[in-house]
């Protein structure tokens, strides 16, 4: 019986509220600063004062004399008991606590640990540390010129990463193209601004190091202080608690993540670091800077015949982000049908906190860089953009469609989408209206981009799922959610599964001690491979219920189905007997020992990515006054496979727009050109609030299922995909249109107010 015939009964595709909001809107959630244990210390980091300086000498000796202060470390205390990061990337080992030399400003150089926080941050401004400066690399194209400063004497050039991404006969193509359009461009640098900033605390009993992290990777961190710790201790329970945002900045296991259970263990005390939002900005890792240097081919009737260029990711300090540009490149050739592509990709390393993961992770700039080509391309042109976009989109009868650089699309009708769009969305009427505003002397534009983007990758997921007495479903999983209400949406696969009341359903996760195997909540995966992991779980306890209940019904197994909450006889539907009373034979039979029958593992392998895509559209409005943009209306159309949740939905495509707004309009870390952060706090740092939000937001979705049992595609990145691109075009439309010049480009992200000023001022 395969499972997906169980789904949308009762709960699946509803508007369930989430399980998870009444505790926490009751002030019951526990993030990693309330942990409180007896006997707890409290670490504070003395970091890098310098962008690059090699590191003579780490003085303790002020703050260890300092109040509170029980004991303090450099490097040299933890050598040998704490090893390095190391990389296949040419790159010095990255160390818990820098050793020699600094990378960028905010490296970890020592840690103090006190009876109190105040106590902690007060001593870690008496450790003194000896610095020679050195020459700070901090654009990545002057850090690839032969005698620019070495970042990693490893890496010559300063590039951590290469390769090229080639296709068809670009020679040719641009050999044959009637048109050329050229263009370079730039996202550039973000923090994930999560309202929660990392944090761990960790206790030790002698035997077990147990670790409260905020994290999206339990799992990886369980494995990473097992290889880090030496020597390492008999067990690890990392334990995952409530999480105040992620976005990608907590995949990674950073140094403080080590260095505090490791402190714990050697203190023979709890010990927690939890940071304050200037030290997470530096020490948490950014997003974005990639930018891209792009022609495009084209013949006189708007087909797309190549592209060429090379793509350059600032990854700062260290490789942890070096795969950033390479998923940019591999996703450049978004919904059409190129054939023929030569693209470079680098990774180059400069000063800065390290490049990884931020919602998106590399597809929104590749993305935004070639819906930036193809309106490029309209204007040359003179061509309405839809119809261009149209005359190049790969044909639904070409699925599955391997691209130009190698991605393997699942699914989809690209052009049948944007022209429902094109009617749905009413974006002509919009334009109509756009321009009737511009007559009353409003300064709007209208942009819109359509989008296609990798979600539910691998390399599995895991479930456990038992049956209680009672009735009550108990769900373990090795997803770790992080705010997304997930745990509402395996409860609702389960509930119509099972038969059961979506409230007799409870879902944990995120915890190495409750579940040995798990991957993580990041790249739109979650409830597409978490939740066929529970479908998988789920399907297991019904085939092991099927022979007792087909021995309760007096029949052969073989005659007996299943429909959700009973199993009944084939040739006589009539005669069933309920799940639940079949898990009541099995303990009055085997009393505890039930619990092993009742109780199903999962390891679900998704196979292969699958493929979200569809259609954006912006109005924004520009002050002419300050050229401050904003967008006022935002209407989308999107193919999500089957929807567990509308609600969920809604919420996750919401929350990615509204980042994708700021990504373009407002949040940029700003360096100097010595390599020092300019942006240290959240009034310099532009995150987008509540009085940015549009006035109105209107979603549209389509259903196409996938391969997967419950048919899901995944949704959390989408928004800030496709709202870049859609953005950018608005704000160019509302300046062209007010000063009825052609001319301005949005290449760089965030689009700057001085620029549209710049812009709007009359020529001459």
């Known amino acids: 019986m395969h499972p997906s015939r169980w789904i949308g009964w009762r709960y699946v595709g509803r508007r369930v509220k989430r399980v998870e909001d009444h505790r926490l809107l009751t002030g019951r959630g526990r993030y990693v ?64 606590l820098a050793r020699d030399k600094v990378r960028y400003y905010g490296e970890p150089v020592a840690v103090v640990v006190a009876r109190d926080p105040y106590q902690a941050a007060d001593a870690v401004e008496l450790v003194s540390v000896d610095y020679e400066p050195l020459e700070p690399v901090v654009d990545p194209l002057k850090a690839m010129e032969p005698d620019a400063p070495r970042v990693h004497d490893e890496a010559e050039r300063n590039i951590a990463y290469s390769r090229r991404l080639s296709c068809g006969d670009v020679e040719k193509a641009f050999r044959e193209a009637a048109v050329v359009v050229e263009d370079t461009l730039w996202v550039a640098r973000k923090y994930a601004a999560s309202l929660e ?93 990639i930018r891209a240097e792009l022609a495009l081919a084209a013949s006189r009737d708007g087909r797309i015949l190549g592209v060429r260029g090379r793509i350059i990711g600032d990854v700062g300090a260290y490789p942890l982000g070096i795969f950033l540009p390479l998923i940019a ?47 490029l391309l309209a204007d040359e042109l003179g061509m309405d953009p839809a119809e261009l976009r149209l005359r190049n989109m790969v044909k639904p009868e070409a699925m599955p469609y391997r691209n130009c650089f190698g991605w393997q699309y699942d699914s989809g009708d690209y052009p049948g989408t944007l022209k429902r769009g094109l009617k749905l969305l009413r974006l002509r009427e919009l334009e109509s209206w756009v321009e ?81 195997e798990g991957v993580g909540t990041f790249g739109s995966r979650t409830i597409t491979v978490g939740g066929g992991a529970v479908i998988e779980a789920v399907s297991e306890l019904v085939e092991r219920l099927r022979p007792k209940a087909a021995e309760m019904l007096g029949v052969d197994p073989g005659r007996v189905e299943y429909r959700p909450g009973e199993f009944y006889v084939v040739d006589s539907p009539e005669d069933f007997v309920g799940l639940w009373d079949v898990v009541e034979q099995l303990y009055r039979e085997l009393g505890e020992k039930a619990g092993e029958v009742l109780s199903a593992y999962a390891k679900y392998d998704p196979k292969k990515p699958v493929y ?48 994708g707004i700021g990504d373009t309009l407002y949040e940029e870390m ?74 301005f480009r949005v290449r760089r992200l965030p689009v700057k107010p001085e620029d549209i000023l710049a812009a709007l001022a009359p020529k001459g």
């Open 670 to 743: 700003v360096y100097t050109g010595d390599g020092y952060p300019a942006t240290l706090s959240l009034s310099d740092y532009g995150v987008p609030t509540a009085l940015e939000y549009p006035e109105v937001v209107e979603l549209h979705f389509q259903e196409t299922p996938t391969h997967h049992p419950h048919g899901t595609r995944g949704v959390g990145e989408i928004g800030t995909i496709a709202a870049p691109p859609a953005v950018a075009r608005a704000v160019e439309d509302a300046v062209r249109r007010y000063t009825g010049r052609g001319g």
């Open 436 to 516: 009737e505003e511009r007559r009353k002397g409003r300064l709007l534009g209208l942009g819109y981009a359509f989008y296609v983007e990798i979600t539910s990758g691998g390399p599995f997921e895991t479930a456990k799922v038992s049956l209680e007495r009672g009735g009550t479903v108990s769900i373990v999983v090795g997803s770790t959610p992080t705010g997304q209400g997930d745990a509402t949406g395996f409860a609702q696969i389960a509930a119509d599964i099972l038969g059961v009341g979506v409230e007799r359903v409870r879902v944990r996760w995120g915890d190495t001690g409750l579940i040995g």
């Open 33 to 96: 600063d309330d942990v409180r244990l007896e006997g707890m210390l409290y670490a504070a980091f003395a970091r890098s004062e310098y962008p690059h300086a090699l590191v003579r000498k780490v003085d303790l000796s002020d703050a260890l004399k300092a109040p509170g202060v029980v004991a303090a470390f450099s490097y040299s205390d933890l050598e040998g008991s704490l090893k390095p990061w190391t990389f296949d990337a040419p790159s010095s080992p990255m160390y818990p």
């Open 329 to 375: 490149g591999r996703i450049l050739p978004g919904p059409y049908d190129v054939r023929s592509g030569d693209v470079e990709v680098l990774a180059v390393y400069t000063n800065k906190t390290p490049l990884a993961a931020y919602r998106g992770a590399g597809r929104p700039e590749g993305i935004f860089f070639m819906e930036r080509m193809v309106d």
């Open 612 to 659: 979200p895509y569809g259609l954006h559209a912006a109005v924004v409005e520009i002050d002419p006054e300050t050229g401050v943009p904003r967008v006022v209306e935002y209407r989308a159309l999107d193919d999500v496979g089957r929807i567990v949740n509308p609600m969920l939905l809604e919420g996750q495509l919401v929350g990615g727009i509204v980042q």
């Open 197 to 289: 900033p990392r944090g761990v605390a960790a206790s030790y009993d002698g035997s077990t190091l147990t670790v409260w992290v905020s994290t999206q990777t339990p799992h990886d961190h369980r494995d990473e202080l097992l290889e880090k710790i030496v020597p390492p201790p008999s067990d690890v329970r990392v334990i995952q608690p409530d999480v105040g945002g992620a976005f990608g900045a907590k995949i990674e296991v950073y140094p403080e993540e080590v260095v505090v259970p490791y402190l714990a263990m050697r203190l023979g005390r709890p010990v927690k670091w939890y940071p304050s939002r200037r030290e997470d900005m530096v020490a948490t890792t950014h997003g974005r800077d």
